[in-house]
Every structure is written in structure tokens, then in C-alpha cells.
């Protein structure tokens, strides 16, 4: 199968007026494996087709801190972390995104509500997330439901900053929507925010079965890019259907 390739803006469109969902999201980690594009497309909304760098696709993994969560500029949310799986995709009109094919979090009224209004696999999940003095993020998950048993964990440790990020540091991280399959169509959501101010990671240690909930598996278990984020504040709003 063939699947052009893309180049990724280091910036986002604008939106047009304040987004009615904003988040900041803090404290990510990005861990990220290669795998075949032929892998990645059975997964994806109807329209849209795998996302490829070099002729590859990759799936990543990535936990963060939603500090805090506010609608329409003025409801606060709360916060929860998040730990999720995650490939990229490309749609007819060439707009570039994330699919997510699992979404562990830790607070049960977003994880309802998010599965309610955009059709998002959240999963109600213990998670926790902790960042030592010498620098090193280390996080676990296990899932309550649905998919109960399935767990992961993983230990990073945080390097220098990266001042001129690569092609695959923008392709992985530069992306400014997500498309999601809900009420019978594929949905394009915005997502703007800074850019991520990114540094260098190892992975010391991960283990676990989120990748092989999600039907993926990897032929080499050395990821390709390992990412740190403080963190940015992004601004979330749906746009029209891809297509019916």
C-alpha cells in the first residue's frame, strides 16, 4: 500500500474567536516507536489514512498532567493525568492529526463526558504520575474499565533542551487536531496551542500491554524519540464532519 508523505507547520492555524475547551496540559512525556503504516491503517477513522514519515508510520505513548480544565472560558473542570496511545493520520482535505486508540485517565466525569460529547476512547484508569529530583518522570497506569487488567509503566530520564527540534520532533509533537469516528462520521477537532518547548529523553525502563490493547505491536522495542515537556495551554474546538 502506498501513503504519501506530509510535512508537518511548526505552528498552528489560528482559530477564529476563543476556543470553548481549554486545557494545561503539563509534565509530558513523548515516547515513540516505528511501525508499519499497513498496521496503523485498519485502525483509523473512515477518510483518513496513516500519517508517514520516511515512509513510516509510529505509534506513541504519552502521559501528561491536565492541571486544570475550563469550558467556555469560565466553567473549571478540574484536572486529572492522562496517559495515552496514540497514531497519526492524514485526511482527504490534507489535514494532519492524532487518532488516539486508547485514553487512560484518573477523573471518572471527564472520562463520561469526553466519551459522550466527541466519541474519544476514554477509559476510567488509575494513574499516577510522579518526576524525581535527579530528573527522571515515572508513571503507571492500570485500567479499571472497560479493558480492566490492562496496565503499563515506564520511567524517562530528562535531558538537555533541544533548541532547533528535528522533522521527526515536529511530526511527532506539531500536530493541531485530532480526528475521532462519532455519530457515524469521522470528526476533525482543532487543537492550537504554543509550540511544545521539548528536551531530550532516555527511557530507562517501560513494560506493559497498552500498545497490544490497542492491536499494535513493535518489532523493535528501542523507541526512535524519547520527549520531555514542561508543558503548554491548548484550546480544543470541533470543526465539521470529515465525511459520512
Request: aromatic share 6%.
Given at each position: 500500500m502506498?501513503?504519501?508523505?506530509?510535512t508537518?507547520?511548526?505552528?498552528?492555524?489560528?482559530?477564529?474567536g476563543?476556543?470553548?475547551?481549554?486545557?494545561a496540559w503539563?509534565?509530558a512525556?513523548f515516547?515513540?516507536?516505528?511501525?508499519?503504516?499497513d498496521?496503523?491503517?485498519?485502525?483509523?477513522?473512515?477518510?483518513t489514512?496513516?500519517?508517514?514519515?520516511d515512509?513510516?508510520?509510529?505509534?506513541?505513548?504519552?502521559?501528561?498532567?491536565?492541571?486544570?480544565?475550563?469550558?467556555?472560558?469560565?466553567?473549571p473542570?478540574?484536572?486529572f493525568?492522562?496517559?495515552?496511545?496514540?497514531?497519526?493520520s492524514?485526511?482527504?482535505?490534507g489535514r494532519?492529526?492524532?487518532?488516539?486508540?486508547s485514553?487512560d485517565?484518573?477523573?471518572?466525569h471527564?472520562v463520561?463526558?469526553a466519551?459522550?460529547l466527541t466519541?474519544?476512547?476514554?477509559?476510567?484508569s488509575?494513574v499516577s504520575?510522579h518526576?524525581?529530583?535527579?530528573?527522571?518522570?515515572a508513571g503507571a497506569?492500570?485500567r479499571?474499565?472497560?479493558?480492566?487488567g490492562?496496565?503499563g509503566h515506564?520511567?524517562?530520564a530528562v535531558?538537555?533542551?533541544?533548541?532547533?527540534?528535528s522533522?521527526?520532533?515536529h511530526?511527532?509533537?506539531?500536530?493541531?487536531?485530532?480526528?475521532t469516528a462519532?455519530?457515524?462520521?469521522?470528526?476533525?477537532?482543532r487543537?492550537?496551542?504554543?509550540?511544545?518547548p521539548?528536551?531530550?529523553?532516555?527511557l530507562l525502563?517501560?513494560?506493559?500491554?497498552?500498545?497490544?490493547?490497542?492491536?499494535l505491536?513493535?518489532t523493535?522495542?528501542?523507541?526512535?524519540?524519547?520527549?520531555w515537556?514542561p508543558g503548554?495551554?491548548?484550546?480544543?474546538?470541533?470543526?465539521l464532519?470529515?465525511a459520512?
Amino acid at each position: 500500500m502506498a501513503h504519501d508523505e506530509a510535512t508537518t507547520s511548526p505552528s498552528p492555524p489560528p482559530l477564529s474567536g476563543p476556543p470553548p475547551l481549554t486545557q494545561a496540559w503539563r509534565d509530558a512525556v513523548f515516547v515513540h516507536w516505528r511501525v508499519d503504516p499497513d498496521q496503523v491503517a485498519p485502525l483509523l477513522p473512515a477518510h483518513t489514512r496513516p500519517d508517514v514519515l520516511d515512509g513510516t508510520a509510529h505509534v506513541g505513548l504519552v502521559a501528561f498532567r491536565a492541571r486544570s480544565t475550563t469550558a467556555l472560558a469560565a466553567v473549571p473542570l478540574g484536572g486529572f493525568n492522562e496517559v495515552n496511545v496514540r497514531v497519526y493520520s492524514v485526511d482527504r482535505r490534507g489535514r494532519q492529526g492524532v487518532v488516539f486508540l486508547s485514553m487512560d485517565a484518573d477523573a471518572p466525569h471527564i472520562v463520561m463526558a469526553a466519551r459522550l460529547l466527541t466519541g474519544l476512547p476514554y477509559t476510567w484508569s488509575d494513574v499516577s504520575l510522579h518526576a524525581t529530583a535527579d530528573g527522571v518522570r515515572a508513571g503507571a497506569v492500570r485500567r479499571r474499565a472497560p479493558g480492566r487488567g490492562t496496565r503499563g509503566h515506564w520511567r524517562v530520564a530528562v535531558e538537555d533542551p533541544i533548541t532547533a527540534p528535528s522533522p521527526m520532533e515536529h511530526f511527532l509533537t506539531a500536530r493541531w487536531g485530532l480526528h475521532t469516528a462519532h455519530l457515524g462520521a469521522t470528526q476533525w477537532l482543532r487543537v492550537t496551542h504554543e509550540p511544545w518547548p521539548l528536551y531530550r529523553a532516555r527511557l530507562l525502563e517501560y513494560r506493559g500491554d497498552l500498545l497490544e490493547a490497542v492491536g499494535l505491536s513493535v518489532t523493535d522495542p528501542q523507541p526512535v524519540s524519547v520527549l520531555w515537556s514542561p508543558g503548554v495551554t491548548a484550546g480544543l474546538r470541533p470543526t465539521l464532519a470529515v465525511a459520512r
